[in-house]
């Protein structure tokens, strides 16, 4: 049985690097730019999010769908040295495999350019045997697919599989749809941005009311540098960032939901998993890519040991 089974993407991710990149700076056309760095490794929310739980020692597998082509076959050979169970990792003859350029600024922000290789999880492939062996599910962007994720959460539920989402910006655009099952959903983690893109409310302060009152027993809204809302049963918290250096934002957003999950999984105070996703965000932006930050069990302790304020607002 696993503890928890993530649902999404699988991406290769390309990055490169240049200090001498300023961000708002157009890129000159026409010449060539040096590229200090050059980083080539596996992305996606659902494999980085499987990487970061069985790193915390949760039992984990993941679902994802890429292709035969080089770069899947990249893909699974980088993945091979995550300790999540490949066994639902879906390698399909003729599929092009997703494919990230990320360009890295000098302040760690970047800009992504993504090629999508129809390479999305729906109905007819999705491995539903998978519900009579898992405790969570961990729902990533499902790029787009509302019916696959509805279909999800219904069975789940008659299962009594508990359910996290993290989803993407065409998922929240079906918000009558989202809104019928967040009740149902155990934790919801969304950006600032996406929080105010779903309550159309442009008013930060707003936009965080009507979010914390969608259904799901926890809400999360991740603000990036600023800190993270929490709000739970009447509860509101709010952490700020661990201090330090950024190198590379990417993959911030997986890091923060794998340890906070991790925590929420295992059962620990709302505190201490909020702290935990805070750690591994952190530790994920002060390497290149996705996964090379993400904290094992040893070192997510002594980041539980460093000082993070974090306030109760209510």
Request: hydrophobic fraction near 40%.
């Amino acid at each position: 049985m696993y503890d928890i089974v993530s649902i999404g993407s699988a991406v290769m991710d390309l990055i490169l690097r240049s200090p001498s990149l300023q961000p708002g700076e157009p890129l000159p056309t026409g010449g060539k730019i040096e590229v200090e760095e050059l980083f080539l490794a596996s992305g996606g929310g659902g494999s980085n999010t499987a990487a970061g739980f069985a790193r915390l020692g949760l039992k984990t597998a993941c679902i994802a769908r890429f292709g035969d082509d080089l770069f899947g076959q990249f893909l699974l050979k980088d993945l091979e040295k995550e300790k999540f169970d490949k066994k639902y990792l879906m390698k399909r003859q003729g599929d092009m495999t997703d494919c990230s350029i990320i360009i890295v600024y000098a302040d760690g922000s970047r800009v992504i350019l993504v090629h999508r290789g129809k390479t999305r999880v729906d109905e007819t492939i999705f491995p539903w045997t998978v519900l009579e062996e898992t405790q969570w599910f961990y729902i990533a962007s499902l790029e787009g697919n509302v019916d696959l994720l509805t279909k999800v959460i219904e069975k789940s539920v008659e299962k009594g599989i508990k359910l996290a989402l993290n989803p993407g910006s065409r998922e929240l655009k079906e918000k009558d749809k989202l809104l019928s099952f967040f009740p149902k959903i155990e934790a919801l983690i969304i950006n600032l941005e996406e929080a105010i893109l779903f309550t159309g409310e442009q008013s930060e302060d707003l936009a965080l009311k009507k979010i914390s009152q969608i259904g799901p027993k926890i809400v999360v809204v991740t603000m990036g540098k600023q800190g993270a809302h929490l709000f739970s049963e009447g509860k509101h918290l709010f952490a700020e960032v661990f201090s330090g250096p950024i190198i590379d934002e990417l993959g911030a957003g997986d890091g923060f939901s794998s340890g906070f999950i991790a925590g929420l999984v295992k059962g620990f105070p709302l505190e201490k998993i909020l702290k935990m996703g805070m750690a591994n965000g952190k530790s994920v932006v002060t390497k290149l890519g996705a996964k090379h930050g993400l904290l094992h069990d040893d070192e997510m302790q002594d980041w539980l040991g460093r000082e993070l304020k974090i306030e109760q607002l209510s």
